[in-house]
């Protein structure tokens, strides 16, 4: 009787970790954020030919691309061009 308590305990134990073990889900961001940060990426690192995206950009990578962008979504569109 005792051993159908411990492993019952031990049961809800294991639930209770595995809810707490799941991670929060993200909000998603709008579309016109998107378009927006889209846009200023485009603009802040152009195309190193017109019309043909497989040639690269011109200014950086594509690893720093990404990171402006998340950094524009995470301020909202609101990017200091400025400096560079």
Same mark, same amino acid.
């Given at each position: 009787?005792?051993?159908?308590?411990?492993?019952?305990?031990? =049961? /809800?134990? *294991?639930?209770?970790?595995?809810? %707490?073990?799941?991670? %929060?889900? =993200?909000? #998603? /961001?709008?579309? %016109?954020? =998107?378009?927006?940060?889209? #846009?200023?990426?485009?603009?802040?690192?152009?195309?190193? %030919? *017109?019309? $043909?995206? #497989? !040639?690269?950009? !011109?200014?950086?990578? @594509?690893?720093?691309?990404?990171?402006?962008? $998340?950094?524009?979504? !995470? $301020? $909202? @569109?609101?990017?200091?061009?400025?400096?560079?």
């Amino acid at each position: 009787m005792v051993f159908r308590w411990k492993v019952g305990a031990v =049961a /809800i134990g *294991v639930i209770c970790l595995a809810g %707490e073990a799941i991670p %929060e889900r =993200a909000s #998603a /961001i709008t579309a %016109e954020l =998107a378009k927006t940060c889209k #846009a200023l990426t485009t603009k802040r690192f152009p195309p190193r %030919e *017109v019309a $043909n995206p #497989a !040639a690269g950009s !011109a200014k950086g990578s @594509g690893r720093d691309q990404s990171s402006y962008f $998340n950094k524009c979504v !995470a $301020n $909202n @569109g609101k990017m200091d061009d400025d400096a560079k």
